[in-house]
C-alpha cells in the first residue's frame, strides 16, 4: 500500500511561484511513473507532469517551460515547483503514482485511470 500526502498549495497572485511536495509512504517499485495532475472546477482532471523511474520527465504543452517535476529519493518526495503562474492554473492539484509504469510519462497523463495511488489533494488558487 502506498499513501501520497501533498502540501504547498495556496494563493498568489498571477506571475508568482509555487513549490508543490508530495510526500510517498510505502514502498514503491523500481519502474514506477509518478505525476501531478489538476482539476479545475467542472473540469476534468488534467496531467500536469510526469517522472519516470528512470528520470524522465514529461509536461503537458500548458505549463512546459514554467512548471517543473523533481524527485528526492532520499526523501521519498515528489516536487512540483510552479513558476509564471497565470489565473487559469487554478485547481486542485494531486500527485499519483503508477507502480509498474510499463509505458512512458505522456500515456499517464493522458489517461490517470492508470494511476494507482492518489493524494488527497492540495488546492492553488491564483488571482489576476
Request: hydrophobic share 30%; glycine share 10%.
Amino acid at each position: 500500500q502506498v499513501q501520497l500526502v501533498e502540501s504547498g498549495g495556496g494563493s498568489v497572485q498571477s506571475g508568482g511561484s509555487l513549490r508543490l511536495s508530495c510526500a510517498v509512504f510505502g514502498y514503491t517499485y523500481s519502474n514506477y511513473c509518478m505525476a501531478w495532475f489538476r482539476q479545475a472546477p467542472e473540469k476534468g482532471r488534467e496531467g500536469v507532469a510526469s517522472i519516470h523511474s528512470d528520470g524522465s520527465t514529461t509536461y503537458a504543452d500548458s505549463v512546459k517551460g514554467r512548471f517543473t517535476i523533481s524527485q528526492d529519493n532520499a526523501k521519498n518526495t515528489l516536487y512540483l515547483q510552479m513558476n509564471s503562474l497565470k489565473p487559469e492554473d487554478t485547481a486542485m492539484y494531486y500527485c499519483a503514482v503508477n507502480n509498474n509504469a510499463g509505458l512512458r510519462g505522456l500515456y499517464y497523463l493522458k489517461n490517470p485511470d492508470q494511476m494507482d495511488y492518489w493524494g488527497a489533494g492540495t488546492s492553488v488558487t491564483i488571482s489576476s
